[in-house]
């Protein structure tokens, strides 16, 4: 099968669906793998790294779709992408559609095929492809927030370890599966006090496991209206497979916290698990709203590229394999990561999207 690379066009995008090692391994199954000018140099791949291993070379975006039959990228497709794909392409790409009506219409006229990285699900529930770009993105908020507690960048000042004789910062994390469990441990590391709120018994088993500036909790409306009110750092990472986030901070919640605080979003690719979320870019990453920043990229792994497209790559490649065999249909994984098809929704959580 001829596999197709494009160039991320998202804002401030660096990563690449393939590395040069991985699409050598395909070209040694048989397949065929192009790649667009200049897809790998942000993430540290020369187009010359991928030739010497078999990579033909796009000159443009349309010269790569056109030869493309298994389009294998990133992020969702945008403007330059949407005109370029066609009824006969198979996408494997992250999606993220429930959030995104007016892209789920175009998807749906152009009538592909699409399955989505973050809805291919094994038997037990894990979500293997979304799992390392959550891990990267739950590193990265608590990185992103003790910077944005900075004063010079408009916060309040605290830093989150704390040392002898000040306070420890709080932070209090929504979720404890693979982003909000990252943010919980990076955190706690660092020396904050951590609050989780998580439903399973056995996440917040692990989450108190961290230690003993860890505390877990149920998530009752009154438990975490107090807990907000009172952290520095507040980072969201709550998931329904493939549905839009419910908010678990209402507005009402946020205006209690000290002016200074920030809020991340990692939620956010699924529209956000906050009430005053709303979709920001690497560009113009951040807000302001009743005093609190608010850090809310949809793309947040894109910003450490060499780590992610490594990471990604490693999840996705026996997947793409799969995929460009011709015979994946009888993969049960790979058939619940269909989000669209022929025209239709197929994904469960998008049948009742009004479009």
Sequence with gaps: MRIGVPKETKTLEGRVALVPAAAGDLIKRGH?????????I????????????????????AALYDKGELIVKVKEPIEGDLKLL???????????????????????????????????ELDNGDLPLLAPMSIIAGKIGVQVGTHLLHQPMGGKGKLLGGLPSTERGKVVVFG????????????????????VFEKRQDRMDEMMRLGNNV??????????????????????????????????????????????SVMVDISIDQGGCFESSRATTWKEPTYVEEGVTH????????????????????????????????????????????????????HPALQGMKL
């Excluded at 404890?176 to 609050?195: D, P």
């Excluded at 394999?321 to 989000?339: E, F, P, Q, T």
């Design 176 to 195: 404890a599966g693979q982003a909000g469990g990252n943010s919980a441990a990076l955190a706690a590391a660092g020396g904050a006090n951590v609050v």
């Design 295 to 346: 850090f809310c990229v949809t793309n947040m792994p894109g910003a450490v590229p060499q780590t992610s497209s490594q990471a990604i790559c490693a999840a996705i490649l026996p997947w793409v394999n799969k995929l460009a065999s011709g015979s994946w249909r009888d993969n049960a994984a790979l058939v619940k990561g269909i989000n669209v098809e022929g025209g239709k929704l197929v």
């Design 86 to 120: 066609r009824k006969d392409h198979l996408l494997f790409c992250y999606l993220h559609l429930a959030p995104l009506p007016d892209l789920t219409k175009r998807l749906l006229d152009i009538g592909l095929t699409g399955v989505a990285f973050e809805t291919v």
């Design 215 to 260: 505390t877990a909790l149920y998530p009752y409306e009154d438990l975490v209206a107090r807990e907000v009110a009172s952290a520095d750092l507040v980072i969201g990472a709550v998931l329904v497979t493939g549905a839009v986030a419910p908010h678990v901070v209402t507005r009402e919640m946020m205006k209690n916290m000290e002016d200074g």
């Design 32 to 40: 065929e793998v192009w790649l667009e000018k200049g897809a790998g």
């Design 42 to 61: 942000k993430s540290g791949f020369k187009d010359a790294d991928y030739t010497s291993l078999g990579v033909k070379i796009a000159p443009d975006a």
